[in-house]
């Protein structure tokens, strides 16, 4: 086995044991690998390895890696998720390139990926990303207005398929988790986009159904990229 299969055979059965104690189906759970600041002779191993969903952070890195055949080529399955802060006016090129969005937290993004839906004819999952730390240097939206864009979203015919979040660096994680699940039933949304390398087993615990995973898939595990 290669490492990066080791690794990722090692990711996937940490998540299926999180998700047999929770009583819950691995099926139900996808894992992104997140590539952002990994090259394309890095990324490769994962693809042989079966891996599909790609994570990145920076709309010209992901252009520049995934816009050509290079990797693109190399399965026709491949399904990509921007996870960074979008600039509205890079909502047509994000709509184009990826998949899934997971950082819509303002309602200017929400009418800016409205009108590129319109033009490309594509229609991205959209996650509402939830600043659950009221964080002032974070993204997402605070949580008194989550409701409002919800109904902004819903309403500009954007796809919403959960909603998301970046808790607080180096406290538990667990609290905001529950915070995010329970947001998402009050407003009966059924994805949640939470869990990284260090947090993912008790995301699944809480009720991930997407986990954004970097350093555990590419590198070693102590070493941050
Ligand atoms: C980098 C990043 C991740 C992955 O973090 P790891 O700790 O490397 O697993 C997940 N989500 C977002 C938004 C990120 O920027």
């Not at 009966?188 to 947090?199: A, E, I, P, R, Y």
Request: some cysteine.
């Amino acid at each position: 086995m290669s490492e990066a299969s080791e690794r990722l055979a090692a990711v996937r059965s940490e998540i299926a044991r999180a998700a047999r104690l929770a009583q819950r189906s691995p099926d139900d759970i996808e894992l992104i690998a997140v590539s952002k600041g990994r090259d394309a002779s890095q990324i490769e191993p994962l693809i042989a390895a079966g891996q599909r969903a790609f994570g990145e952070n920076r709309l010209q890195e992901a252009q520049a890696k995934w816009g050509g055949q290079e990797l693109r080529g190399l399965a026709p399955n491949l399904r990509l998720h921007f996870i960074g802060r979008l600039q509205s006016n890079k909502a047509i090129e994000a709509t184009r390139l990826f998949d899934a969005i997971h950082s819509v937290d303002r309602p200017s993004l929400v009418d800016a990926l409205a009108r590129a839906m319109a033009d490309t004819g594509r229609t991205p999952d959209c996650f509402i990303q939830v600043n659950v730390g009221a964080e002032a240097q974070k993204g997402g939206c605070p949580v008194d207005e989550l409701p409002g864009l919800l109904d902004r979203a819903q309403g500009a015919g954007l796809r919403i398929a959960g909603l998301m979040c970046l808790p607080p660096a180096d406290v538990e994680a667990a609290p905001y988790f529950a915070l995010l699940a329970k947001l998402a039933r009050r407003h009966d949304v059924t994805g949640l986009s939470m869990g990284m390398s260090n947090d993912f087993a008790t995301a699944v615990m809480i009720g991930a159904t997407h986990l954004r995973i970097g350093t555990a898939l590419f590198a070693d595990p102590d070493q941050a990229p």
